[in-house]
């Protein structure tokens, strides 16, 4: 859009411009953010220091990329259990991207109903899986109940796949692949700690958000998914 777009676009949306505006001090000026906002405690970490918790936040900077100030300016209700949620997708992740574990062996740790990372002995994370594993515990059930059901999803999606995706796939397959990966966990999280009822609109446009998510990883991951010996890229394109 251009300037002239913008100003009337925002100008019919002004809840939109202030949350943007918001979130934009947020990450460029953190310091003078921490003085009255929630997030004050919440970012970096400071409120869970010497804790499984503070580990967790630990690996969530160092593996989430942009993600990571996006859950770090969650509300607190839910960065932490989405924080979990990220990490425990990322140890499946990592498993499903290292090429030295047989196609075998990955497709029965995706569809273990325990899977015990911490054996794979090349990944911090998965090394100190146990603090992940232990914050996972203190949750509210009807979290640890969402992530649950939704890692299971993802994971017998993924032992689906593992295969398929080293030969030919169509764009339908890289469709619904993506789809088993990226889940519908968030709205389950949101919609448990009822800031949001995901029953009203349109729940295409919540999926082809989640797809556009996935899709963008694989995109900005191809050359080095490429160097790595793995194809995401579907064949038929």
């Given at each position: 859009?251009?300037?002239?777009?913008?100003?009337?676009?925002?100008?019919?949306?002004?809840?939109?411009?202030?949350?943007?505006?918001?979130?934009?001090a947020?990450?460029?000026?953190?310091?003078?953010?921490?003085?009255n906002?929630?997030?004050?405690?919440?970012?970096?970490?400071?409120?869970?220091?010497?804790?499984?918790?503070?580990?967790?936040?630990?690996?969530?900077?160092?593996?989430?990329?942009?993600?990571?100030?996006?859950?770090?300016?969650?509300h607190?209700e839910?960065?932490?259990?989405i924080?979990?949620?990220?990490l425990?997708?990322?140890?499946?992740?990592?498993?499903?991207?290292d090429?030295?574990?047989?196609v075998?062996?990955?497709?029965?740790?995706?569809?273990?109903?325990?899977?015990?990372?911490?054996?794979?002995?090349?990944?911090?994370?998965?090394?100190d899986?146990?603090?992940?594993?232990?914050?996972?515990?203190?949750?509210?059930?009807?979290?640890?109940?969402?992530?649950?059901e939704?890692?299971?999803?993802?994971g017998h999606?993924?032992?689906?796949?593992?295969?398929?995706?080293?030969?030919?796939?169509?764009?339908?397959e890289?469709?619904?692949?993506?789809?088993?990966?990226?889940?519908?966990?968030?709205?389950?999280?949101?919609?448990?700690?009822?800031?949001?009822?995901?029953?009203?609109?349109?729940?295409?446009?919540?999926?082809?958000?989640?797809?556009?998510?996935?899709?963008?990883?694989?995109?900005?991951?191809?050359?080095?998914?490429h160097?790595?010996?793995?194809?995401?890229?579907?064949q038929?394109?």
């Amino acid at each position: 859009m251009d300037l002239a777009s913008d100003a009337l676009y925002f100008a019919l949306r002004p809840q939109q411009l202030r949350s943007l505006l918001q979130l934009s001090a947020l990450f460029l000026y953190p310091a003078s953010s921490q003085t009255n906002s929630h997030h004050s405690q919440l970012q970096h970490g400071l409120t869970y220091e010497a804790t499984t918790a503070g580990v967790c936040f630990d690996y969530l900077r160092k593996t989430g990329r942009s993600l990571r100030p996006v859950i770090e300016a969650l509300h607190p209700e839910l960065a932490l259990p989405i924080c979990i949620f990220y990490l425990i997708l990322r140890g499946l992740d990592t498993i499903e991207d290292d090429v030295s574990i047989p196609v075998g062996r990955k497709r029965s740790i995706f569809t273990a109903p325990s899977v015990q990372f911490k054996e794979e002995k090349d990944r911090d994370l998965l090394v100190d899986f146990n603090n992940v594993n232990a914050e996972f515990k203190k949750m509210k059930s009807a979290y640890q109940k969402a992530i649950g059901e939704v890692t299971g999803i993802m994971g017998h999606g993924m032992a689906d796949f593992i295969q398929s995706m080293e030969g030919d796939t169509t764009v339908g397959e890289y469709d619904l692949y993506c789809w088993y990966v990226a889940g519908d966990g968030l709205t389950r999280l949101f919609t448990e700690a009822e800031f949001v009822d995901f029953t009203i609109g349109d729940s295409n446009l919540h999926k082809s958000m989640g797809l556009m998510l996935y899709k963008n990883n694989i995109i900005r991951d191809v050359w080095e998914d490429h160097c790595d010996g793995r194809r995401l890229w579907p064949q038929e394109a």
